[in-house]
């Protein structure tokens, strides 16, 4: 596996996927509750 970028900043780089997936989830987790209560 070649490293293009500092460790450090792939650390960076992997947690923000991480962090936005997990935002992503949450985001999608609220839309189906407001989508049962409306209905």
């Known amino acids: 596996m070649i490293k293009l970028a500092p460790a450090g900043l792939k650390d960076d ?10 935002v992503a989830g949450q985001i ?5 509750l407001l989508r049962l209560r409306l209905i």
Not at 28 to 32: F, S
């Open 13 to 22: 780089i992997e947690m923000r996927k991480v962090y936005a997936g997990f």
């Open 28 to 32: 999608e987790a609220e839309a189906q």
